[in-house]
């Protein structure tokens, strides 16, 4: 199976310099990364030689750090199943997400899951990799999520989270009408009482959603959306909390499966830094045809 390896040449700058500092400083590996990988028979060496997180550095070495697992540890079952892969390299995978998919295993669904497809994925292709999510989308949502490979590409992409290195834009379909063409709703969330929603209250966590009106008709409002925070169920509260709840949100509107069968909400764009290389990466993924179909025209390309 491969593993992903980091491979930096020791020059002038770092000559004499330990190990740890290497690791910590240049490299940004956390104490619980490197706790892992000091163990391994090949998860630090210097020229191929196994070597503590002590030892010191020659100019003209090579330092090499192993970031996969060499067994996964998250109980993930690779499952076969249906996977739209956006992007992937040796650190991350992107995947265009359809509705109704769970993309973590939970109770009665341990095989059925985003996770599950993606082991399944990394053992048919070879790779040393385990089920690291960054971020979530809801069972009904569809759309673009970034998954890790490694636990070092987690912790970075985890630290980008809500920062502007790490962006998310979100298309929804909602019943109704804004109260403005576009507007910032800042009202916290927290758990309503004796049920599995959430709902606007003063006690709970601050939660902000940006939202812009692209498109209205009669019944309804084609919707941009981007979060400052990531609260559960946040885009589908906010947008309730004005009196324009999702269309099809059973949970917070009105379920309407003659139109659609889950809430009208699509991750439409995301970006983000790539954690080993720091390049940036953008992508965009269009409305999928079930949310397509509520709109009176489809004349827009950019969304569509």
Same mark, same amino acid.
Request: charged share 20%.
């Given at each position: ?140 949502? =569809? ?8 636990? #070092? ?6 630290? /980008? ?20 063409? =576009? ?11 004796? =049920? ?22 009669? /019944? ?17 509260? #906010? ?27 699509? =991750? ?16 965009? /993924? ?19």
């Amino acid at each position: 199976m491969a593993a992903r390896y980091l491979h930096i040449p020791i020059g002038g700058e770092l000559h004499n310099q330990e190990v740890n500092t290497i690791l910590r400083r240049s490299l940004h590996l956390s104490g619980t990364v490197l706790r892992r990988i000091k163990w391994l028979p090949d998860g630090i060496m210097v020229d191929n030689q196994r070597v503590t997180v002590r030892y010191r550095v020659q100019e003209g070495q090579v330092l090499s750090v192993r970031l996969t697992d060499p067994a996964p540890t998250s109980g993930t079952v690779p499952t076969p199943g249906p996977l739209e892969l956006v992007w992937e390299d040796e650190d991350v995978v992107v995947v265009n997400k359809p509705p109704g998919l769970l993309v973590h295993p939970s109770h009665g669904h341990f095989a059925d899951t985003l996770g599950n497809f993606l082991m399944y994925h990394y053992q048919q292709t070879g790779q040393d990799c385990d089920f690291h999510p960054v971020h979530r989308l809801d069972k009904g949502t =569809s759309g673009l999520l970034v998954v890790a490979k490694h636990p #070092h590409a987690q912790e970075q992409l985890k630290q /980008q989270l809500h920062t502007d290195a790490f962006q998310r834009v979100y298309l929804a379909v909602c019943d109704g009408h804004l109260p403005a063409s =576009s507007g910032t709703v800042d009202a916290p969330i927290g758990a309503a009482p004796d =049920s599995r929603a959430r709902a606007v209250c003063p006690l709970g966590q601050e939660a902000r959603t940006h939202y812009w009106v692209l498109q209205t008709w009669p /019944q309804g409002s084609l919707v941009e959306l981007k979060l400052d925070t990531g609260r559960t169920h946040q885009i589908r509260v #906010h947008m309730a909390h004005l009196g324009c709840p999702l269309t099809g949100d059973f949970l917070y509107g009105t379920e309407q499966p003659e139109k659609i069968a889950r809430p009208a909400l699509h =991750s439409h764009q995301l970006s983000f830094t790539q954690p080993i290389t720091g390049a940036h990466l953008a992508f965009t /993924q269009p409305l999928p045809k079930d949310m397509a179909a509520l709109l009176p025209n489809t004349d827009n390309e950019v969304m569509l």
